[in-house]
């Protein structure tokens, strides 16, 4: 792995030079946005883009097998599944002939960079060919059907690969394209069957994708809250049906109404041989007695319009790739890029091929720890996790010390699931945990009660705050009710799920708790907030959720609006923080947004006003779209902003504005934001349990950085926030400003 200074394309950069970008492979949500990108980033550098349709295949047809690519080509294609361009498994390009007219093809379009989306195979394929590329030029040239000056012209293919696969089997990346789309619907659907299952105190076994590669089964198995999962990396030892029908047993006992096995289609025993699902459900049906029925998810999971990580994503991939190959002037070797946390890297291909493809022999040879070794520290982190919450041993409170949990600050998608994996996991490690209903306010009144097992079941699909959650700080007056209240339920540790509010009012307690002995325990922040806006962590629970609902909304306020001339002007949450703004503006494909981060100044709405009538005018825009973030400017308000649209349209389009509002803050947790949940409150269990053994009584706030889980004090963590706007001083995800400008934005 390696990072790397973002290179730079600016406009007319790249002249003269040609790209080519093609789908190859099973489709996958997300690959449309990678598609769009590379394309606009091509145009925008001033090159010359192709798309080659239907994968390989394209390049050995020419014709219109490879066809220039113009913005509005990529237009409206960002919401859609699948592929615009087509994608196909062509045994031709595996020959030597099907390379050579392939390479044909392209040089008499000047195309020497190509950016590939596709899986394992299809990199293969790029890797093969760009490896051949000179010997196929030689082999053309001495055929003369390329000429010498094309043969010198092209000494080189520069090549770069986006993985795009559902099953997110990629070595070396966190996530591949599609992968998170595909969770978004097998969770819609577990959700769904959760609530019959549980009507009818009936057994599912649902089958999932993921041929080699157990990431969407075993994800869905957490973020799901599911009973028992079986995935390739993880075959299970003999004897497991018993094992897992007892378990299963164990959960009703312990007052759950439904269960739920997850089954990787690749699942296999350990001497290899395929778990069906209706083996499971045989076997549940006449161990249990229990009406077990089996769904098998099949081909919606590719389907459907990619979630905003699809969007975003593949989006800053493309742009990636594309800078990439148009700045490529060496012999640099082909690469694959990806995401490692919240960073775009890109790794050796030929590696990243290598290590993907031993998996499945691997597999085969029974070695699973390195197997498990390859998948990553996420995947063994949410295996581990799934161990433990899933088999209820235990399941009310032991006689071990008291830990605390509760929420503070505004309300956020995902607190439930955090407080119930605290809940679930204390209790399986012998705590005693307890419920702080309503914040700070309710712990000063001493309103907490000890919760079981049974008490939080079920709390991993609903939105809300089942604790409560208060916007208060506490004054300096409440500490001493505070302190008494947490001495008197003899609570050793607290959790603190929760927004700016919750961090600022830790950071008081901790300023202040030399004087108050009942604050002198170990205490964790959890960060939880919309708007993103926390210190120490990439991400927060319930920004992606919020995020989906933005983009959720762009997408009906553009539908709305196809039928006629329009600029809209969309308002979103976040306070001063623009990240709901930016990201959702980014996804949504805005042609503009407005933040708080980046002054608005009157030359740059005038500059805006200019560009949105020009392009009326001259490049037959139907629809304009600025994306505000609701603290953006106090006097640039949306309705300012839109009556200045309104007036220098002229007539031109209707002008109109949509504040999202709370929408943002309720809905079911995406997929993402519950495994972020689980992962974070895992971390910060561990560290309270850590500190209430060693004694120790530090103040941490967990985070995900880099896609990795980290904790800092919190005096360390607020050094890092401009507490004046709320947010972290440094915000990774703003440099996408000048991509969103690049890509949403067509050059006047
Ligand atoms: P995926 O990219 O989803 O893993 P495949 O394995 O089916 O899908 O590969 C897609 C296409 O990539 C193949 O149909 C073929 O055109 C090309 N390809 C795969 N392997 C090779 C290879 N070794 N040499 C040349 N082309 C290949």
């Avoid at 800092?712 to 947010?727: F, P, Y």
Wanted: include cysteine; proline fraction near 4%; hydrophobic fraction near 40%.
């Amino acid at each position: 792995m390696q990072s790397f200074p973002t290179p730079e394309v600016w406009p007319g950069s790249a002249a003269g030079k040609t790209i080519g970008v093609l789908t190859s492979g099973g489709d996958a949500q997300g690959m449309n946005a990678a598609l769009r990108a590379a394309v606009r980033t091509a145009l925008f550098a001033g090159a010359r883009p192709y798309a080659i349709m239907e994968g390989y295949q394209g390049m050995i047809d020419g014709g219109d097998g490879i066809r220039p690519f113009a913005w509005e080509d990529a237009a409206g294609i960002l919401n859609r599944g699948g592929t615009v361009i087509g994608t196909f498994r062509s045994k031709e390009f595996e020959t030597r002939p099907g390379m050579l007219t392939a390479a044909a093809n392209l040089v008499n379009r000047g195309i020497d960079r190509l950016v590939v989306i596709g899986g394992d195979g299809s990199l293969t394929g790029l890797n093969q060919f760009a490896t051949q590329w000179p010997s196929l030029l030689d082999e053309l040239a001495a055929a003369q059907r390329i000429t010498t000056e094309q043969r010198a012209a092209h000494p080189r293919l520069a090549f770069a690969g986006l993985v795009g696969s559902i099953d997110n089997d990629m070595v070396g990346t966190d996530t591949t394209i599609g992968a998170d789309s595909a969770l978004h619907r097998i969770q819609e659907a577990i959700d769904a069957i959760s609530s019959t299952a549980a009507s009818h105190q009936r057994c599912f076994v649902v089958e999932v994708m993921g041929r080699n590669c157990g990431y969407l089964a075993l994800s869905a198995a957490v973020s799901g809250g599911c009973d028992y999962v079986l995935v390739p990396e993880l075959p299970p030892a003999d004897g497991w049906e018993q094992a897992m029908c007892e378990q299963l047993h164990r959960s009703r006992a312990a007052g759950r109404k439904e269960s739920i096995v997850i089954l990787a289609e690749g699942a296999r025993t350990r001497s290899g041989d395929p778990i069906s699902a209706e083996h499971v459900r045989a076997t549940i049906e006449s161990t249990l007695h229990e009406d077990t029925r089996v769904t098998i998810l099949g081909h919606v999971q590719r389907g459907g319009t990619p979630s905003v990580y699809d969007r975003w994503a593949p989006t800053w991939l493309g742009y990636e790739a594309a800078t990439y190959l148009l700045n490529s002037t060496s012999d640099e070797p082909g690469v694959v890029f990806g995401f490692r946390g919240e960073n775009v890297i890109r790794v050796p291909l030929v590696q990243a091929v290598a290590d993907t493809r031993s998996v499945p022999e691997l597999i085969a040879k029974g070695r699973y720890d390195e197997v498990l070794a390859l998948r990553g520290n996420e995947f063994q982190a949410l295996a581990r996790i799934f161990c433990e919450v899933s088999d209820p041993r235990q399941t009310v409170a032991a006689a071990g010390p008291r830990i605390a949990v509760m929420h503070a600050g505004a309300l956020s998608p995902g607190m439930n699931i955090a407080a119930k994996t605290a809940v679930w996991l204390g209790i399986s490690r012998g705590y005693t945990m307890v419920g702080v209903q309503d914040g700070f306010l309710g712990l000063a009144a001493g309103n907490m009660a000890e919760l079981t097992w049974k008490d939080v079941d079920g709390w991993n699909q609903a939105g809300g705050a089942v604790l409560g959650t208060r916007r208060h700080i506490p004054e300096i007056e409440e500490l001493y009710a505070i302190s008494r209240s947490l001495e008197e339920n003899h609570i050793a540790g607290l959790l603190v799920i929760g927004g700016w509010n919750a961090y600022e009012s830790v950071e008081l307690i901790n300023n202040e708790r030399s004087r108050y002995p009942g604050l002198q325990i170990p205490i964790l922040c959890v960060p939880a907030a919309i708007d993103n806006n926390l210190p120490s962590t990439a991400m927060s629970i319930g920004a992606d959720t919020a995020l989906n609902v933005v983009v959720d909304c762009i997408d009906k306020v553009k539908m709305s609006a196809s039928a006629s001339q329009r600029c809209f002007v969309i308002e979103t949450m976040g306070r001063d923080c623009g990240y709901l703004a930016l990201m959702g503006g980014f996804a949504g494909g805005a042609e503009q947004v407005y933040l708080n981060e980046t002054r608005i100044t009157l030359e740059d709405l005038r500059a805006d006003l200019t560009w949105v009538r020009n392009s009326f005018d001259h490049h037959g825009r139907s629809f304009f779209l600025a994306v505000r973030n609701e603290c953006a400017n106090p006097n640039y308000t949306t309705d300012v902003l839109a009556r200045l649209f309104d007036e220098e349209g002229q007539g031109r389009y209707d002008t109109r504005t949509l504040t999202i509002g709370h929408i943002q803050q309720g809905g079911s947790p995406t997929p993402a934001d519950r495994l972020l949940a689980i992962r974070l409150t895992d971390a910060a269990m561990t560290t309270v349990a850590e500190q209430i053994s060693a004694n120790d009584k530090v103040i941490y706030c967990v985070g995900s950085q880099g896609g990795d889980v980290v904790m800092t004090e919190i005096n360390e963590a607020m050094k890092h926030v401009d507490s004046l706007h709320q947010r972290p001083s440094e915000e990774w995800w703003l440099p996408l400003k000048s991509v969103l400008d690049c890509v949403n934005r067509e050059r006047a």
